[in-house]
């Protein structure tokens, strides 16, 4: 398998190996990119990858100093990203730790590869809790099983456990990590997922299994289950079916922000 020694490792490229090696292999060693439609329309699909875009950019610039009102003037082009707007100025930062810091990268090695977690706020008090706070434009909030068992989830709370001491002080104990997804789409209604040292250990047997089975994998066989092609890509190439319906995409529609624009500039430590 031919996996450049300094390939990083991110959730995306993490949850897609978990998904289907074949997209993995499509994605990350052979780079193909949108052969297809992500769904149909596919121009509501833009319209909405856009939108969640543009939220997180305002958060980013509202947390790096720029007035809510001032950005909410320029908002009245798009009342449904008016309201999220709202909705973040209402509930975003309730209750939150002082210490916040929007959009970092963070990075630690496992196995001898880099993982990558790129977030949208850590909001740390030193020696108290440490926030993972993540925005969601989704139209559902889904099941917190669901979150748990997501890479994204399995990822994020690891490498700030593993990388985040030069924030916190000292390493972070898992115990005071919190992960929690904010749905601004759904009123601020927020999801939290806690953290601990058996989590932690769980977690990195998981990793470590899933680099080893991308690494030590002699062909990237197509995943059985038939319902993760729905929204993939790569359909057409796999003879796996047309665009899907775009009422049941809110699940993705940050994917492709988040696994290809990752700006290393942003990378605020390498630990080993
Ligand atoms: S269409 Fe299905 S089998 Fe093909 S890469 Fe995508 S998820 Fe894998």
Wanted: aromatic fraction near 10%; glycine fraction near 6%.
């Amino acid at each position: 398998m031919n996996l450049p020694d300094d390939f990083a490792f991110t959730q995306g490229s993490l949850q897609d190996a978990a998904d289907c090696l074949r997209r993995f292999e499509l994605r990350y060693i052979k780079r193909l990119r949108y052969p297809a439609v992500e769904a149909a329309p596919a121009l509501q699909f833009e319209r909405r990858t856009r939108q969640g875009a543009r939220f997180h950019k305002l958060v980013q610039q509202h947390l790096l100093g720029l007035p809510a009102e001032t950005l909410a003037r320029s908002l009245h082009d798009d009342p449904e990203l008016a309201t999220w707007w709202e909705t973040f100025r209402r509930t975003g930062l309730a209750g939150l730790p002082e210490q916040r810091q929007a959009e970092i990268t963070l990075q630690t090695y496992l196995a001898g590869r880099r993982l990558t977690a790129k977030y949208d706020l850590l909001a740390l008090d030193a020696g108290g809790e440490a926030v993972i706070v993540d925005w969601k434009t989704w139209r559902r909030v889904p099941a917190q099983s669901y979150l748990e068992s997501r890479l994204q989830t399995v990822l994020y709370r690891y490498v700030l456990a593993k990388a985040g001491a030069h924030l916190y002080g000292a390493q972070i104990p898992p115990e005071k990590i919190r992960m929690v997804y904010c749905f601004v789409a759904r009123g601020g209604e927020r999801l939290s997922i806690d953290y601990s040292a058996e989590q932690l250990r769980k977690d990195e047997d998981y990793l470590l299994n899933l680099i080893a089975e991308i690494e030590g994998a002699e062909q990237f066989t197509l995943t059985e289950d038939e319902s993760l092609c729905r929204f993939c890509t790569y359909r057409s190439l796999c003879e796996r079916g047309g665009a899907g319906p775009l009422d049941l995409l809110d699940e993705d529609d940050e994917l492709e922000e988040e696994d290809f624009v990752l700006d290393f500039d942003q990378i605020a430590e390498i630990e080993f």
